[in-house]
């Protein structure tokens, strides 16, 4: 059985996907099994896929006979997975050198928690890397291993799959899989964290999160795709609902939906200019039926933002947004 399963979904990268595979194979610990899984991708990928593999018997090819999506992908690639621990990685992204054997020492030191969360950084065209704003988490005291109600600003991170290696026998026991459609992560990520009863940080930039050019990023492709978002939330509260021994959280939860819904409606780029009254519709209706009685709206113009959007009040958030760009450009002057 090997230490780690690399999980990486792969679609339409023929320009990056070489780079990716070697960021895995480059690893100084070597006890890893990659697990490459080609959707349907229509250009060169699986071609690729297949050299690597009679280049080294640690890769696994499985190629889909049809186009299944981001999660779905992972799934397939899940299913497969015989290590100790599994980790995902999109196919456009790389891994540092020396994480995983990193990840193995935090792991050993805290006896085989759960989950394990690291950081990562944004990578750009030009040459640039920006490490996360969560840098500033990770550097937080705290114990070494723990459980949310000891550190609940890991759900202040943005909630992603693929900055934490998970136990694979809890994943097991937890039932986690991913849904169809965007935002798969977050039916993944909220559950993960919210049943684990040993997490552990590594302070360390593990993956490079390369920002593409205009139309590399589904996610900041306009779409009504975007609409997905409240769908995934239901499954998310699907969860508690079955958990009454996270009911604490439902609140936490709640909240930090508000941010991601504002998120996606604010980002340029995703939800159609014609579909944004609809998102606020949508957004209103949503929030009524799972907003839990505890839940209190932050204070600022944050909240003021995501109280607007909860009640679906288009017009009124549209000029709390403008009067906010004016104030800026008056300070700026």
Known sequence: MPRFSVIVPVYKVQDYLAECLDSVLGQSCADFELIAVDDRSPDGCGAILDRAALGDERVRVVHLPQ???????????????????????????????????????????????????????????????????????????????????????????????????????????????????YYEDTPWTYPALLSAARITLLDRVGVHYRQREEGGNILATPSRKHFDVFGQYDLVFAFLDRRPDLERWRPVVYGRM????????????????????????????????????????????????????????????????????????????
């Open 258 to 333: 508000l941010h991601h819904l504002n998120t996606v409606v604010t980002r340029p780029g995703r939800i159609p200019p014609g579909d944004r009254r609809e998102y606020f519709r949508r957004a209103a209706e949503h929030c009524a039926r799972l907003r839990p009685a505890g839940y209190r709206p932050p204070a600022g113009a944050a909240g003021v933002r995501t109280e607007l959007l909860s009640q679906g009040r288009y017009t009124s958030y549209q000029a709390v947004r403008a009067l906010a760009r004016t104030r800026r450009l008056v300070v700026r002057g």
């Open 67 to 181: 186009n299944v999506g981001l999660g779905r992908a992972r799934n397939a690639g899940l299913e497969r997975a015989t290590g100790e621990y599994v980790l995902f990685l999109d196919s456009d992204d790389t891994l540092t050198p020396g994480l995983l054997q990193a990840v193995h020492d935090r792991l050993r030191e805290g006896g085989d928690p759960d989950v394990l969360v690291h950081d990562y950084a944004r990578t750009y065209p030009d040459g640039r890397e920006v490490r996360a704003d969560s840098a500033a988490v990770f550097g937080r005291s705290g114990p070494a291993v723990f459980d949310l109600d000891q550190r609940p600003d890991l759900l202040e991170l943005l909630q992603v799959v693929w900055n934490k290696a998970y136990r694979r026998d809890f994943v097991t026991e937890q039932g986690l899989t991913f849904p169809a459609g």
